[in-house]
């Protein structure tokens, strides 16, 4: 039964005022197209009747969905309604995205059946319009975490999803971007491009702090030397990240050193050798492992 033909006086009158509320809403972005929020809960498969794009007939497919329940309706957003942007392919991205505030448009409800259909991509366009009227260059926003993967985090700025790799995350290097952010979070963002009329937005997380090489001539200046851990390994070098957990120091191994005697997380003591205020980089060498 379409929605305009429901009595939904006869089907709400024994909600309570939660649900209610709930439903309220839900008829509302549906009526209006008004842009709700909520939660990533999970992910699910549904299988969707449609016709195809220059075709007549219609097929079904099963689709991985992004599950939001604000109370107890279960609001379905399909994985072709969640991205503007063109994301790699794979479940991993949306179920990165569990914990995370996201925006849309209900586009369909079965009210007998207790759910509804939304669409993401709906409500990240009209957020995109209100938000291609403003100046943003250079300004410092707080952002949504969408997704967090091992390399890379997923940022949303008022319908802009903004791709972020980990040298526009951290000046330091980690194994795993899921170790500083986290779906749900709001963090800080710089703009580094904002060209609205080709929908183009540039974001940086690591650009809102100090840069770790500031005043580190007096922190560990040349000739000293410091207790670091191994971070990671580059080109024959190692990256040894020193106590105050924002230096990294680019080692190379003294000659009587073999690669394979150090490993991540490894302490070991270094030597200051270089500072190279250009590149700010902070170059050292290997003197021991720490026993």
Known sequence: MEFNELNLAELDKDLTPEERDEWQAIYASYRSHSVMRGEAAGVDYHEFEFIPEGKKKS????????????????????????????????????????????????????????????????????????????????????????????????????????????????????????????????????VKEFIPEEGVLKLSMKETMPHPFEGVETRHPIGSTRIATVVGKYGGGVFCRLSDNVTDVLCSYDTMHYDGDFRLGDRVEILIKRLNYEKKLVYGKMLRKMR
């Open 59 to 190: 097929v079904k497919e099963k689709l991985r969905c992004v599950i939001v329940i604000l109370y107890r309706i279960k609001i379905i957003i399909p994985e072709p309604e969640m991205f503007l942007i063109s994301v790699p392919d794979g479940g991993y991205v949306l179920h990165s995205m569990c914990g995370a505030k996201l925006d849309f448009v209900i586009t369909h409800i079965d009210r007998e059946n207790d759910f509804a259909i939304a669409s993401r991509k709906i409500a990240l366009e009209k957020m995109q319009k209100a938000a291609n009227r403003r100046k943003l260059m250079d300004r410092v926003l707080d952002t949504d975490v969408v997704s967090v993967g091992r390399n890379v985090c997923v940022l949303n700025y008022c319908g802009y999803d903004v791709v972020l790799h980990q040298r526009d995350i951290n000046y330091t290097m980690v194994s795993d971007v899921r170790e500083l952010v986290h779906p749900g979070e709001v963090r800080k963002a710089k």
